[in-house]
């Protein structure tokens, strides 16, 4: 964990906004799907499923950076 806190804080605001882009991707997705079923088109469902599964990731990934960005704010001793 880095000493000095403004780094911790830049790199999560840069995945928080990355975050927010990702999830307008799902939204967008699922506007695009909603008269599809699911399996109808292979590619698409799969195009959805990887997005998905990117946006979990990045999700947990965001969360850990907060988390660190917590901690170091939290730190005793500073």
Known sequence: MPEDPAP????????????????AAVAVYLVIAQGQSVGDNLSFTVVGASLMALVTYWTLHTARDGLEVIALRLRPGK
């Not at 911790?8 to 999830?23: C, H, T």
């Open 8 to 23: 911790a804080r830049n790199k999560f605001r840069s995945d928080f906004i990355v975050e927010i882009a990702l999830l």
